[in-house]
């Protein structure tokens, strides 16, 4: 069974930074397509970023140029550093791991933009 731990989510103000991590245990880290999901309160969850096992990356165009996501195959691990982070950006970051029709999800870190 896929498990995740979550880890970076903070109280940050705008134009801060953050760079949250994801590592995976109970699979082969290097097999899955990994990304990450946010979902702010009375939206629904929305892409932030993905990056496929070959390292090909997608990014949501409110974020494109202020995250990067990236993956580390060695420690199981992926990231996602957030710059210039805007109060728009706050949500509950979700890591999402997918292989072929399946999909995992992790519980979730707060990230919170505000002065």
């Known amino acids: 069974q896929v498990q995740f731990v979550e880890s970076g989510g903070d109280l940050v103000q705008p134009g801060g930074s953050l760079r949250l991590s994801c590592v995976v245990s109970?699979?082969?880290?290097?097999?899955?397509?990994m990304g990450w999901y946010r979902q702010a309160p009375g939206k629904q969850r929305e892409l932030v970023a993905d990056?496929?096992?070959?390292?090909?990356?997608n990014y949501a165009d409110s974020v494109k140029g202020r995250f990067t996501i990236s993956r580390d195959n060695a420690k199981s691990t992926m990231y996602l550093q957030m710059n210039s982070l805007k109060s728009e950006d706050t949500a509950v970051y979700y890591c999402n791991a997918a292989y072929r029709a399946i999909a995992y999800w992790g519980q979730g870190t707060q990230v919170t933009v505000s002065s």
């Open positions: 109970g699979s082969i880290f290097s097999i899955y397509a």
């Open positions: 990056i496929t096992s070959g390292g090909r990356t």
